[in-house]
């Protein structure tokens, strides 16, 4: 272990190696969450038709470290349509994406949450082109991978120097 490596880091069992050479770990997403949510809020509508003010996706990985992210209202009333796999009458722009994709012959490897810069966090969608071995990195923000990704239910991965930045650990009672 190198010497910011804390003492108490457990290395994860089965780490997945990044192309730049960080140890990057499955995370699943949690959901969207209003970090002001409205107090005369309609049980009866569904969450993805209700007005978003301002909202946060929290992912967790098998360590129990559970990062943030807040996001505009758009992403994440798509987000929640992905994750509720709910089909819109017209396509959105995240399902346009991955309509492209896969009339391309393409498939969405994975997304990977690799940096966090100042309180902003970076994002890449991996994509295989069709009959290709290399695969694509695409800069993406974080809401709009998540968004294609839940989508494509592709695997998402964070960086441990993100998780180590930004996670918090959260206990059990």
Not at 52 to 80: C, H, N, Q, W, Y
Not at 85 to 114: C, F, M, N, W, Y
Not at 136 to 150: E, K, M, Q, T
Request: charged residues 35%; hydrophobic residues 45%; negative net charge.
């Amino acid at each position: 272990m190198d010497d910011e490596t804390p003492d108490d880091f457990i290395e994860p069992e089965q780490p997945v190696n990044d192309p730049e050479g960080g140890i990057l770990h499955s995370v699943e997403v949690l959901g969207v969450f209003e970090a002001a949510p409205d107090e005369d809020e309609d049980d009866e509508v569904p969450p993805w038709m209700r007005p978003i003010r301002e909202s946060a996706i929290r992912i967790r990985d098998d360590k129990s470290r559970t990062v943030t992210i807040f996001i505009g209202p758009f992403e994440a009333m798509s987000i929640l349509q992905g994750l509720a796999e709910k089909a819109t009458d017209r396509p959105l722009s995240h399902d346009l994406l991955r309509i492209t994709i896969d009339r391309l012959g393409a498939e969405i490897q994975e997304v990977v949450i690799d940096d966090i810069w100042q309180g902003t966090f970076f994002a890449r969608i991996r994509v295989r082109p069709a009959n290709a071995d290399a695969v694509i990195d695409i800069d993406a923000r974080p809401s709009d991978a998540i968004a294609l990704a839940v989508r494509a239910k592709c695997p998402v991965f964070m960086a441990e120097r993100v998780l180590r930045e930004a996670g918090i650990v959260e206990l059990d009672d």
